[in-house]
């Protein structure tokens, strides 16, 4: 998909990712071993009162999605991203919630400095089994322009 | 181990995070897991892509980050939790081999008004390649518990 192709309003649904206690803790042992991620029984005496996926492992799993929706066609993804903005964290993720992930195009402009190249910017969001926001971010990425 | 507190942190302060040295294989293992995407998997799709060769996913930059950070300094501090990353910038690509670096430098400390048991502190995340290079910024403020009866 082109730069000039990508409409401002597009949305799409990314799917959905079942959590589960050995893969949060799995990854929070790699990467972000606080004690309320790893460990269940000390968890329960946190201010979250049971274990609860590492915030990076949320992002992780949108990516996952994203990369699989692409190749499946249709949602955006240039493969190259100079960042994000304003992710938050707004509910915990426990083992066994399941979350469904979209994603929508917010604003696209030209790039100054790569005339090759377009911004996309896209609001991406996880919801719970109740519809309730649970993470959400804007996200940025490249994309090839026709001309 | 005395716990570091919100009172002990103060606008300005640096902390030397360590660093950690990134291979081929934990690259591509992440990005099976997480970001299949060519270049991240292929040394052959990253020559050909704007990363210039095989390249980590920005999301396992992140996520080291977050492991340098619990290790150099929230293990060590009354933290609970953060809820937010205000921005973050993947400014050069993260190769094999490359050694990842993390200062936390501290933009700035606010009082819950909500909640005075507790403050934030917003930390700057700079991750360095091996040759100082700036690899990522990330802002992302923490909430860290007040020293019990602390001004």
């Known amino acids: 998909m082109w730069f000039e192709d990508i409409e401002i309003g597009a949305r799409r649904e990314l799917g959905a990712y079942t959590f589960t206690q050995e893969e949060i803790i799995a990854f929070a042992r790699a990467y972000d071993p606080q004690a309320f991620h790893i460990d269940p029984e000390a968890a329960k005496h946190s201010m979250f009162g049971g274990l609860i996926a590492s915030g990076w492992h949320t992002a992780s799993v949108w990516m996952k999605l994203m990369v699989a929706a692409r190749d499946g066609g249709g949602a955006i993804s240039s493969g190259v ?11 915990p993720v426990r083992p066994g919630m399941t979350l469904t992930y979209s994603t929508e195009v917010i604003e696209k402009r030209p790039l100054r400095s790569r005339p090759e190249l377009g911004l996309i910017k896209s609001r991406n969001e996880a919801r719970d089994e109740s519809g309730e926001l649970v993470f959400s971010f804007i996200g940025k990425g490249f994309v090839a322009r026709k001309t | 181990m005395t716990l ?3 009172e002990d942190f103060r606008a300005g302060q640096v902390y030397d995070c360590g660093a950690h040295e990134i291979t081929k294989d934990e690259i591509v293992a992440f990005a099976r897991a997480f970001d299949p995407q060519p270049q991240h998997l292929d040394e052959d799709a990253g020559q050909r892509s704007l990363l210039g060769g095989l390249a980590a996913s920005g999301w396992q930059v992140c996520a080291i980050g977050m492991r340098l950070f619990a290790d150099g300094l929230i293990l060590k ?3 609970k939790g953060g809820s937010r990353v205000q921005e973050c910038r993947w400014i050069k690509p993260v190769k094999p081999g490359d050694r990842l670096r993390l200062d936390a430098h501290v933009v700035e400390t606010n009082i819950s008004r909500s909640r005075p048991d507790v403050g934030f502190v917003t930390f700057e ?4 390649n091996q040759e100082e290079q700036v690899a990522s910024v990330i802002l992302t403020p923490i909430l860290g518990r007040r020293e019990p009866g602390g001004a």
């Open chain 1, 81 to 91: 991203s100079p960042g994000f903005e304003n992710m938050r964290w707004l509910k």
């Open chain 2, 77 to 79: 501090s009354a933290n």
């Open chain 2, 125 to 128: 995340w700079r991750i360095y």
């Open chain 2, 4 to 6: 570091l507190h919100f």
